[in-house]
């Protein structure tokens, strides 16, 4: 890693959204799985809505000194029953901005996202990381996390 | 599979949590993480408010002919940014009670829970399954799920 950039941690909001789809689609995933046209497509806004409207699910965006968006990460609040009624955390959609990599900014957003969840008294926090994002599973290694479960998708 | 027996899928009430939990303790993992006792600690009736009062959160169980619970299943649907704004599921806490398994009552909850996420305009369904659950894995894998990602984890 670089020079350490700070950034703040901040709800996104709606004239994030162009941002953040940017950033998931600057990713060789995503790149074929999100539709990043001007303007952007409707329904992008719309799931901006429904995650602004559920009080258990958290998008929040890097800022870095300049106001510039840089990041961003979905952190869900999952009530259960399993380990005596935990509350369980669910880490999405962690992604930095390509020219800004390497500068602590992944870490600062989920460092965040374990202290909310530590605060919001769960005892779990999860993620699934695709099979193929080697430097991924290594950097949530580095901050704690164990390669303990398969993570196995449908997609329709 | 020997015969399958047929289940009803219904949501789980509050007189089903201590077949609920018994459940979550008859297994490797789940011994070590449960607190079965008479009375339930408390812990297990509170998660289970929490569940009912969130509209996103599906905890059913399986009941067989006799009306008794054999199986749980707990299913979010959360709203998201990526994948062009397409809502997501994830299955938790599948359990199926011992003398019950290899009657496709597993099957059925999780066909359930496909069904469920289709109808709720999801586009994808995922899932954590500890890496030593290679039977688990296998039983998924049957049901079209794709060991695609790593499930990474922390527990505080």
Chains 1, 2 share one sequence.
């Not at 409707?42 to 800022?63: G, K, L, R, S």
């Not at 259960?80 to 992604?95: N, P």
């Not at 008294?121 to 699934?128: D, F, N």
Request: charged share 25%.
């Amino acid at each position: 890693m670089s020079v350490p950039s700070p950034v703040t941690i901040r709800r996104a909001r709606r004239e994030d959204v162009k941002a953040i789809v940017a950033m998931l689609a600057d990713d060789p995933l995503g790149s074929t799985r999100e539709r990043l046209e001007d303007p952007l497509p409707p329904v992008y806004f719309e799931a901006f809505d429904a995650i602004e409207q559920n009080p258990d699910v958290h998008f929040v965006v890097a800022e870095d000194t300049d106001g510039v968006v840089v990041g961003c990460l979905q952190l869900c609040i999952l009530p259960g029953l399993s380990s005596q009624g935990a509350s369980r955390a669910v880490i999405e959609s962690v992604r930095v901005a390509s020219h800004c990599r390497s500068r602590g900014i992944g870490e600062q957003m989920v460092q965040w996202a374990i202290a909310e969840s530590r605060a919001k008294g769960c005892r779990l926090v999860e993620l699934l990381t695709h099979h193929t994002r080697v430097d991924a599973q290594r950097f949530y290694a580095r901050l704690g996390f164990g390669p303990t479960h398969v993570g196995m998708t449908m997609r329709f």
